[in-house]
């Protein structure tokens, strides 16, 4: 048996409007890198270069393989190398990525074959540091790649290849985010919807699907439209409209809030128009006076042990 083990796991887009807490796309962005190297002591130590909590318990990928040691009753100590890319609190996927390497590093270094649904599920775990709540849109989209639908009660991950002509620009503003960003941004969604407002998310969220399954991007892109989360989100996001507006005038096909933002997401066909669509959201940005990084990208494959 293998002593030591490498994986990456990469950066992912949540929600893509109407799919809150349901819909994840894995971007080649960013990837994070987990190594987890057997010891003769007990324990989870955690070793990193990056500013983020090392006690297991407030450390996505701690928690991830304490739970994992415990549930597979391993006796080895663990010790977890992080190597974080995948800027933290920025609507990324920022811990999942730690979290879907971490179940993957678990499983193939105790070669325990778990299946997708079993890796979401204990990568789900590492959420609860950072949003306070589980939830798998994220990480299904890391650990498996390409776009996802997550299911629950009981969860079941369903996984669809996207279009290889699929392209997103994003725009992350540099923004000092809250330490537990996600639970804020949780916390103004709304506890009651309008009806109306419901069956026009599902019918987006449906063509979205559709648009999956067809390799069609521009039925995702004109289907991206939340009238439920990004009305109650946008505020937080300083000049999301003009940036939204922007990005659409230069032909993008839809545009979101990433994830829980404040990272705003352009959905493109090929190059179409990508260089046009970066510089008008760049300019919606300096329109709140504020600065953004650019990140052109396609979806992802899932998390797999570093070559
Ligand atoms: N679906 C989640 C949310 C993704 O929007 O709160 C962020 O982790």
Redesign the pocket.
């Known amino acids: 048996m293998k002593s030591k083990i490498t994986v990456v796991a990469p950066s992912s887009t949540?929600?893509l409007g109407p799919g809150?807490?349901v819909f994840g796309l894995a971007v080649n962005a960013f990837y994070d890198e987990i190594t987890l190297t057997k010891k003769k002591t007990g324990g989870v130590n955690i070793v990193t270069g990056d500013e983020i909590p090392t006690e297991p318990d407030k450390n996505t990928a701690g928690l991830v393989v304490k739970n994992m040691i415990k549930k597979f009753k391993t006796k080895d100590g663990i010790e977890i190398n992080i190597k974080k890319n995948v800027p933290a609190g920025f609507?990324m996927?920022s811990?999942?990525a730690s979290a879907a390497a971490s179940a993957v590093a678990f499983d193939k270094l105790y070669r325990l074959n778990l299946d997708g649904n079993s890796l979401v599920e204990f990568a789900g775990v590492g959420?609860k540091a950072?949003?306070g709540t589980i939830?798998y849109?994220?990480v299904a989209a890391s650990v498996l790649g390409g776009f996802v639908i997550v299911k629950t009660n009981p969860l079941d991950v369903i996984k669809i290849d996207p279009p290889t002509n699929l392209r997103m620009c994003i725009a992350v503003p540099k923004l000092k985010v809250p330490k537990k960003k996600?639970k804020v941004?949780?916390g103004v969604?709304p506890r009651k919807i309008n009806f109306a407002d419901s069956v026009t998310n599902l019918s987006n969220a449906a063509a979205i699907v559709a648009g999956f399954m067809g390799n069609d991007p521009v039925l995702i892109g004109k289907s991206v439209k939340d009238v439920i989360?990004e009305p109650a989100r946008k505020h937080m996001i300083p000049g999301f409209l003009k940036v939204k507006e922007n990005a659409l005038k230069a032909g993008a096909l839809g545009v979101a809030?990433s994830?829980?933002g404040p990272s705003i997401i352009a959905f493109s066909k090929s190059s179409d128009n990508l260089k046009k669509i970066s510089k008008a959201m760049t300019k919606g940005f300096e329109s709140a006076k504020t600065e953004c990084q650019i990140v052109i990208c396609k979806p992802s494959v899932g998390a797999s042990i570093k070559k």
């Open positions: 949540a929600n809150f807490d609507g996927g811990s999942a959420e950072s949003a939830h849109d994220n996600t941004s949780r969604i989360v809030i994830g829980a």
